[in-house]
């Protein structure tokens, strides 16, 4: 049986002295996981549409449940992003955390577009790396189920709660801050306001809003540390990306 879909490529592994098996996240169908033959050969065909962060469109077999790529065509592969270290490390951790929460053989059109909005704003736009990790991280937890609740103090009731119960999901008020054993991120009216705005916002629009630069790097934090407590793990390619900082 054969299958034509467009992917993203999230990973890839050597299978063998020439072949090597891709991670794909499609649209229609989820995650894929399927074999290149002779992907590691000098002047293969698959080696620009099947290398990591490459999006394209791919013809697959399927044989006893094993997928095979018999043809492979870039739709882009983001030439910014690859010049740039630093946002090419940023791009391989939204790789990494969507290959985590991506389900096998489900549709999943919401992540795709969100890695690849993401992607593109990297290298299109050239956007700020902070702006656009926060919202990848913040709006891959919602996607993944653990889309948090950010309206007054789930204790109380307080309209003006200034904490984030990271494992909760939840925010805390300053008299209420002690009735919960999660773990607890502050949290401004200002860096509220743009979580509000990514969990809840027009997925085209990921990207309108605007915050100053002390708040921004306030919520890259709290957001990263957000989806890690929720993943309850963490991601070398992060470990990588903020290294190259130090």
């Known amino acids: 049986m054969y299958l034509t879909t467009q992917a993203l490529v ?6 063998n002295d020439s072949d090597a098996l891709i991670t794909l996240l499609t649209r229609e169908h989820g995650k894929l996981t399927a074999k290149a033959r002779g ?15 490459a999006y394209g469109s791919f013809t697959l077999f399927e044989y006893k449940g ?7 065509n870039t739709i882009e592969l983001f030439r910014a992003l690859r010049d740039d270290l630093t946002r090419l490390a940023l791009g391989t951790y939204f790789a990494q955390v969507a290959d985590t929460v991506a389900r096998e053989e489900l549709e999943d ?18 956007l700020p790396e902070e702006k656009v990790k926060a919202v990848f991280e913040l709006r891959c937890a919602c996607i993944a189920g653990y889309t ?61 809003f605007m915050i100053g ?5 306030v919520l890259a934090s709290v957001t990263e540390a957000y989806l890690i407590t929720q993943l309850e793990r963490g991601f070398p390619t ?5 290294s190259l900082y130090v």
Do not use: W
């Open 10 to 15: 999230l990973r890839v592994t050597d299978y």
């Open 39 to 53: 992907l590691r050969r000098k002047r293969s065909p698959l080696v620009a549409p099947c290398q990591l962060l």
């Open 66 to 72: 094993m997928y095979t790529i018999n043809e492979a």
């Open 109 to 126: 059109p919401e992540l795709l577009s969100l890695v690849l909005n993401c992607l593109y704003g990297l290298s299109g736009l050239g």
């Open 148 to 208: 948090p609740e950010l309206y007054g103090c789930h204790v109380c009731g307080s309209l003006s709660p200034c904490l984030l119960d990271l494992s909760g999901g939840a925010l805390l008020c300053g008299d209420c801050r002690d009735k919960s054993n999660g773990i607890r991120s502050p949290v401004s009216p200002t860096v509220l306001d743009a979580m509000r705005y990514i969990v809840y916002c027009d997925p085209k629009k990921l990207f309108a």
């Open 213 to 217: 630069p002390k708040d921004m790097e």
């Open 238 to 242: 992060l470990d990588f990306y903020k």
